[in-house]
């Protein structure tokens, strides 16, 4: 009923125009559903919890050019002037921030070096007891740091002798489930796990460790200090603000900069991705508009090359249904064809990149989903020229010979 | 006849304009969305040094133990360890050398009225400015003996000259890093890089330093990096002097090596350095490694072109193609449907191949008005690319090299799409359509 025969005749023997189509249509599919793909990769990755809440925590750092100063006493000073503000729950003086993309990082293992065992490569920050609280966090098993913990490092041999480490670490190292208690070893030196935060990504939550995160309560100074103030929801802005003028004035010989929120810091470290994803989307869209114009205009060519046949279809008593069913047919036929193509080209592509570059494998579902809407656009862009077709007059038949 | 031509596509162009503004629109696109990227390529692939790139060297030596691993494809860490940096330096022959790290001062001139801020500062060798050219307009690097001594002296560009002073003639001025007063010795012209070639390490786009000072300074005064600290091993260090006794890795390190004669003894060097530091406990490895890159292998080997930019410019010419499977489908109808014309044209003594020119002489002049249009969508692209990704602010940008070549390729992908409709429409016998006239 869809006189197929007929339509698979008549377009073998203008197969250009199909052919065009077909390219198209294959090309489309197979840029859309891997740009789909890699896009989704990137969705997914921006979307994840890093367990701080970003909006209500800020950073600064504090450069201290006074030779006499005793920075310890200093950083004390500090911690304690941030915490008095208003609005401000909790501040610490912080080794590095944490989703800044830069910072420490290093391996904890089951035995004390220089013995072989499992390893685990994490990033770690250090402060003092104020740190987990600053960071919003709160450890789902084991206890928090107490002041007793918290080591100064500077003349004395003292080392810090408990951890608390992300689940996805103590998971990785001892288990699932399991790690709180253990004792774990930071080069020789012997950690034990007190205390187990369910998400906490460290430095680096692109990585491949992005998950295994470490704080250790230790205090090292030195004239280049991070710091990081945890506020009130809403009060952030304003207490940003203050900043800069609070630190100076308790001590004017250094410099206050980067006064940055956590999620600004976040949203810098991930730029590269949200630049990716914008170019794929921007790229996607103007290729189905592209593709479609293509359809349009090669549908309307078909049917200004074919008038005098329709007209001539009509006078013999189409009906006007028929006619459009014609170019609907003729199109579902070079886009099924074309679709068909893509997706063997979507799949090749996919193999490609993934083995050129670090690119997910592409699902197959991209694919589906992805020819399935062509499809429908592919329907709808045929749409209005077969529908401009079926006007046509049936005299226009017998206007010339 | 050219001329006439032009004369006539442009008649034609305007004939038909909704399909005309399909086609350039297509082309435009096309043309747009494959210049943002190429223009963001071609930035980061350019050679940012071209006349010496090939006479300039990474130092790498293979320091790790046998057995330890590095995250390069050859397994040799990026960076040197300060003892290597220092007897590399120490090194007999005449090639210029520069160990480096990137670090960082509170800058001030001391008086109640300037406000201290943050800069970054190269510490370096003097070597560094004549190896990677850059100029001084005032003074000059520090002297050998200034460097050996660690006085305090530095360079600072034109632009920070003017920050500070409000003018460039500083020679002889001071400043203060922190609670450091140093001597200004020469005032460089503003040098910015677009790719921060010489230092990788810290992020390929960061922008390059405009305070440079000896890197004597280092020891002398505890001037720590910046940078990046890279380790393979566990090693207790309380201060940064145990720091600069270790095995970690976090000096750079180039040389000037203009033949291959130089570049092979100093190749030779560096094995004897190694085989005599073996001797002394250090190398731990059945063979020794080391390796010298020039400007491009080493921006290669950091792989500074992102995987992402190259994803994204191989898609843009497939995005290219199909724009162009577009313009011959248009094409073949516009050209079609003027068979009649071409009749008539032909009829009245037109040869086959005048009709050809003519054709594509209408796609060339198509490619142009699309590839105009596509350089103000790549403009916009580039605009979107510098909005989202600020690093990449000197590298989304068309140098003339991209403004050319976006017509030049917008006009030869027209002219591949137009080169079948035209074959086809010049051979339109004219007999056929002049019956129905």
């Known amino acids: 009923m869809f006189e197929l025969k007929p339509t698979i005749n008549a377009l073998m023997r203008s197969k250009l125009g199909a052919v065009l189509l077909i390219l198209q249509l294959a090309i489309t599919l197979a840029i859309v559903s891997n740009a789909v793909s890699i896009i989704q990769d990137r969705m997914t990755y921006l979307n994840k919890e890093t367990g701080y809440p970003e909006d209500n925590i800020f950073k600064f750092n504090s450069l201290n050019f006074d030779k006499q100063l005793d920075l310890l006493q200093q950083v004390e000073l500090d911690e304690q002037s941030l915490r008095g503000i208003t609005g401000v729950i909790d501040a610490v003086a912080i080794s590095s921030v944490p989703l800044s993309g830069s910072g420490s990082s290093g391996g904890l293992q089951l035995k004390p070096e220089p013995q072989e065992s499992k390893r685990s490569t994490m990033g770690y920050v250090t402060g003092d007891e104020h740190i987990l609280n600053t960071l919003g966090l709160s450890v789902s098993e084991g206890r928090d740091f107490n002041e007793a913990d918290v080591v100064v490092i500077d003349e004395s041999d003292a080392r810090p002798s408990v951890v608390i480490v992300s689940r996805a670490l103590s998971d990785e190292l001892f288990g699932a489930g399991k790690g709180l208690g253990e004792t774990i070893y930071w080069g020789a030196d012997p950690l034990s796990i007190i205390g187990i935060v369910e998400t906490m990504a460290n430095q680096w939550p692109k990585s491949s460790f992005g998950e ?83 359809i349009f205009g090669l549908s309307t060519f078909n049917i200004s090359k074919r008038t005098k046949q329709i007209g001539t279809r009509r006078a013999l008593g189409a009906r006007k249904s028929a006619i459009v069913r014609y170019f609907v047919v003729e199109n579902a036929l070079i886009c099924t064809v074309g679709l068909m193509l893509g997706s063997a080209a979507a799949v090749l592509l996919g193999q490609k990149l993934m083995q050129w570059y670090s690119v997910p494998a592409l699902g197959y579902s991209f694919i589906v989903v992805t020819a399935s809407l062509l499809l429908v656009m592919s329907l709808l862009s045929v749409l209005m020229p077969a529908l401009r077709a079926a006007n046509i007059s049936p005299s226009i038949a017998t206007r010339s010979v | 006849m050219f001329v006439h031509y032009i004369d006539l596509a442009w008649r034609s162009l305007r004939q038909t304009p909704m399909v005309t503004f399909l086609m350039i629109l297509a082309i435009a696109i096309g043309i747009g969305v494959t210049m943002t990227t190429l223009s963001v390529y071609h930035m980061m692939s350019m050679d940012p040094i071209p006349h010496k790139s090939d006479r300039l060297f990474a130092v790498q030596l293979q320091t790790m133990d046998d057995g330890e691993t590095w995250r390069t494809d050859d397994d040799i860490p990026y960076q040197l360890t300060y003892p290597d940096a220092i007897n590399l330096q120490a090194l007999p022959g005449e090639f210029a050398r520069a160990a480096m790290i990137r670090a960082g001062f509170s800058v001030h001139l001391n008086t109640p009225r300037s406000k201290p801020f943050i800069e970054n500062a190269r510490v370096t060798g003097r070597d560094f400015f004549s190896m990677f050219d850059l100029t001084f307009i005032h003074g000059g690097a520090w002297t050998e003996a200034q460097s050996r001594d660690a006085a305090p002296v530095v360079v600072i560009d034109e632009e920070m000259a003017q920050q500070l002073f409000g003018k460039t003639d500083v020679v002889g001025e001071s400043l203060f890093l922190g609670e450091r007063r140093q001597e200004i010795v020469g005032v460089t012209q503003k040098w910015r890089p677009t790719i921060k070639f010489y230092d990788l390490n810290n992020g390929s786009f960061g922008k390059a330093e405009r305070l440079f000072v000896p890197f004597s300074h280092v020891k002398a005064y505890d001037v720590d990096t910046w940078g990046n600290t890279n380790g393979w091993k566990f090693e207790e260090t309380r201060d940064f002097n145990d720091k600069m006794n270790s095995e970690m890795l976090w000096i750079q390190f180039w040389v000037q090596l203009d033949t291959p004669q130089q570049r092979q003894a100093f190749g030779d060097m560096l094995m004897a350095y190694m085989q005599q530091q073996q001797n002394q406990g250090r190398f731990n490895r059945d063979t020794l490694a080391y390796s010298l890159q020039d400007v491009n292998a080493w921006m290669n080997y950091n792989d500074v072109i992102s995987e992402d930019n190259k994803i994204l410019v191989g898609l843009s010419f497939m995005f290219l193609a199909v724009c162009v499977a577009n313009i011959l489908g248009l094409l073949l109808a516009k050209f079609m449907r003027r068979a009649a014309d071409v009749g008539v044209r032909r009829a009245l003594g037109a040869s086959k191949r005048q009709v050809f020119y003519q054709h594509l002489v209408e796609v060339g002049l198509l490619g142009l008005l699309g590839g105009t249009l596509g350089v103000l969508f790549a403009q916009l692209g580039l605009l979107g690319v510098r909005q989202t990704y600020n690093y990449y602010e000197s590298l989304a940008n068309m140098d003339w090299v991209m403004l050319l070549s976006a017509p030049a390729i917008a006009i030869s992908a027209c002219i591949v799409a137009g080169l079948y409709p035209a074959w086809l429409v010049c051979r339109t016998t004219p007999a056929t359509h002049l019956k129905v006239q």
């Open chain 1, 212 to 294: 295994k995160a470490a704080i250790i309560p230790m205090i090292r100074v030195g004239n280049f200090q991070k710091y990081l103030v945890r506020t009130a929801p809403g009060a952030r802005a304003q207490v940003m603000r203050q900043i800069e003028e609070l630190m100076l004035s308790s001590h004017r010989d250094r410099v206050v900069s980067d006064i940055t929120g956590l999620d600004q810091k976040k949203a810098r470290y991930d730029a590269k991705d949200v630049l990716m994803m914008r170019m794929l989307m921007t790229l996607i869209v103007v290729l189905v508009v592209v593709t479609a114009l293509g």
